[in-house]
């Protein structure tokens, strides 16, 4: 019967199929030696105080740069490495950098500085997740209380129970809990309130619409009054113009992410980006 079936399937299987899968496995095959060669590194974009504009906190984000320089974006190369299983490894290796990172920065005097890291609901059901979170923690002597983890709204509405439980033991361990790309999903209230979460992050595409119709910033502002209601804190990505952090501010949106601010930059840059920023405080 399986056989059957296989052959049905090849029988309708079409051309362009055929090229995207040859695509996808050349994509997985140049990832993995791009991971063994160094190509992959992580940047940091500030997440600032929008009272007083003061950075406090990063999201570490991924990076492919391949050896002619060409950039390949995250959100191209973090499925297909979700698909072939590498983001359990790679997963791991960012979340030990983004923390190595974290204590060189409170090494240099940025004691409460956060650090936000994406994690891949790949990542999220492998068996030894909690884990490699304890020994990452463990290894780096990364403070929990500083290190926030972000998963996504979609990955919040499968399986309620087992990411309720899962939260409940992440939670254990000192670390917060972020749910990004907040208002894309369909969570419902009551549901919300049983996840034992931290913040919400507005995404990006309500903070885009704030400035545009009259009804535009209605989706921000229902994410913001969420989040005073339910006692989460909340933060918009994807700032661009000071209009956009104005109208945030107004609304009760306490911190931001976004170009406007800074762009997401090398451990190098964030350290002197955040050693000048303390400067220019204190003159
Ligand atoms: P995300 O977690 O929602 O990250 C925010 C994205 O918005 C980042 O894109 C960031 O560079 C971009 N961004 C920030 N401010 C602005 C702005 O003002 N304007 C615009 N246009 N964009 C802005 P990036 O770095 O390309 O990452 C895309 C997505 O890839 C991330 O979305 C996340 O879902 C995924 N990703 C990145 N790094 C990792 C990682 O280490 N692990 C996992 N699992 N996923 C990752
Ligand atoms: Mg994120
Ligand atoms: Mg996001
Ligand atoms: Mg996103």
């Given at each position: 019967r399986a056989k059957s079936q296989q052959r049905a399937g090849h029988f309708y299987f079409s051309r362009s199929m055929g090229v995207e899968i040859r695509e996808r496995v050349r994509m997985m095959h140049a990832l993995r030696t791009a991971f063994g060669q160094n190509q992959l590194f992580v940047v940091y974009q500030p997440q600032i105080?929008?009272?007083?504009?003061?950075?406090?906190g990063a999201e570490a984000l991924l990076r492919w740069q391949t050896p002619d320089g060409k950039f390949i974006s995250p959100d191209r190369f973090i499925p297909i490495a979700e698909y072939s299983g590498l983001i359990i490894e790679l997963g791991e290796w960012v979340m030990r950098t983004a923390c190595r990172e974290l204590v060189d920065l409170r090494a240099a005097g940025h004691h409460d500085f956060m650090m936000s890291i994406n994690v891949s609901q790949v990542q999220f059901r492998h068996p030894h997740f909690l884990d490699m979170l304890r020994k990452a923690l463990e290894d780096t002597?990364?403070?929990?209380?500083?290190i926030e983890l972000e998963i996504t709204e979609s990955m919040a509405m499968e399986e309620p129970d087992m990411l309720i439980k899962m939260l409940a033991q992440i939670k254990q361990t000192g670390v917060s809990i972020a749910i990004d790309d907040f208002g894309t999903g369909f969570s419902s209230l009551s549901y919300l309130q049983r996840l034992q979460i931290d913040r919400l992050k507005i995404d990006r595409a309500f903070v885009t619409e704030?400035?545009?119709?009259?009804?535009?910033?209605s989706i921000a502002e229902m994410v913001i009054q969420l989040g005073r209601n339910l006692g989460l804190a909340v933060i918009a990505e994807g700032v661009e113009d000071e209009r956009q952090a104005q109208i945030l501010q107004s609304l009760g949106c306490p911190l931001a992410q976004g170009f406007l601010f800074a762009r997401p930059m090398t451990a190098t840059a964030l350290n002197s980006w955040l050693s000048n920023d303390a400067l220019e405080g204190a003159a």
């Open positions: 105080d929008l009272a007083t504009r003061r950075p406090m002597g990364a403070p929990p209380q500083n704030i400035t545009g119709s009259a009804r535009g910033s």
